[in-house]
């Protein structure tokens, strides 16, 4: 029996000359990825503020220092706001993950009907996602002003629903204010990517469905979620990512940093960004970075496990 090792060797002496073809890329793609990452790395172990930030990379070394003013050290400066910076983080990451892909299921088992006017529907759909996200943040934080602002506007003068206009930017509120348009921003991409999905799905499952006198709900369960499995794990794990390191929404709803979010707004990009370029704490704040990374990879690589799980135990 040959070794994985062998049969890997093998297979790259057989295709070498498609390998000759992606090595630029893949050399390009490695310089683009891995050396910011490792200089991220090495300046969380340097003490790197606004009186060595000359020195930069010659910055003096640090050890885990960084690290102990980020998860220990009570009088750090990074330190305060971070537990509430990660508890927001995981809400919204939840929240905004499972309301885009609600929303762009519902939306997308619509679309796959057909009806006059279809294409049409389909593009104006689109349209949240169209928009830049520095642009959503912009527009939602003059949505959600408390004078002037068209929610408390819609909701208290228009509709007379609320009885005085409460405060969307400050409080509470303010996780609602930046979920929501992050909602708005991204269902359109799951919405797409899941029509694709439907569209993939034999109709001969369904009229057996039909025949056998199946519910909408029990055709769904049983066809439609199997079918879309595949899809439904590309779309969670792209937003966890992608919602966890989310940051041009809230930054500029708050005015692109000059602002801070406050307790119930701040993000851990936004945690980040602020003790980094405006305390100019870049020791600490690269070593945040790091410790975020190192969580990201360890849940990735639990999703990844999950779905193969998953996978076998259905086949």
Not at 102 to 116: C, E, P, T, Y
Not at 210 to 232: C, E, H, N, Q, Y
């Amino acid at each position: 029996m040959k070794s994985p090792n062998h049969n890997l060797w093998s297979r790259i002496k057989r295709y070498s000359f498609a390998y000759y073809f992606i090595l630029p890329t893949l050399l390009a793609m490695l310089f683009l990825h891995l050396s910011p990452i490792v200089q991220g790395i090495y300046m969380s172990f340097l003490k790197l503020n606004q009186f060595t930030l000359q020195q930069y990379l010659l910055a003096p070394f640090a050890g885990f220092d960084n690290f102990y003013k980020v998860l220990i050290d009570p009088n750090s400066p990074i330190r305060i706001g971070l537990f509430e910076s990660v508890r927001n983080t995981v809400i919204y990451t939840v929240v905004v993950t499972l309301g885009t892909l609600v929303i762009g299921m519902i939306v997308a088992l619509m679309l796959n009907r057909k009806f006059f006017g279809r294409p049409i529907v389909r593009t104006l759909f689109l349209f949240p996602w169209i928009v830049p996200t520095y642009v959503t943040g912009l527009l939602w934080g003059i949505i959600w002003l408390k004078e002037g602002g068209l929610v408390n506007v819609m909701l208290a003068d228009w509709l007379k629903i609320i009885p005085f206009k409460p405060s969307w930017l400050s409080g509470p509120n303010t996780l609602w204010a930046i979920m929501i348009p992050s909602i708005w921003r991204f269902w359109p991409l799951s919405m797409l990517m899941l029509l694709a999905g439907l569209q993939t799905i034999p109709d001969e499952l369904y009229e057996a469905a039909d025949i056998d006198g199946a519910s909408p709900w029990r055709k769904f369960w049983m066809i439609t979620w199997p079918m879309l499995r595949p899809v439904w794990f590309i779309l969670i794990l792209f937003g966890l990512i992608y919602n966890t390191y989310s940051f041009n929404i809230v930054i500029m709803m708050f005015g692109f940093g000059a602002g801070y979010p406050g307790e119930w707004g701040d993000l851990m990009m936004t945690n980040i960004f602020r003790n980094s370029f405006q305390l100019w704490n870049f020791g600490t704040g690269a070593a945040t970075s790091v410790l975020l990374l190192v969580v990201m990879i360890v849940i990735v690589n639990i999703w990844f496990k999950y779905f193969r799980e998953t996978e076998e135990a259905t086949r």
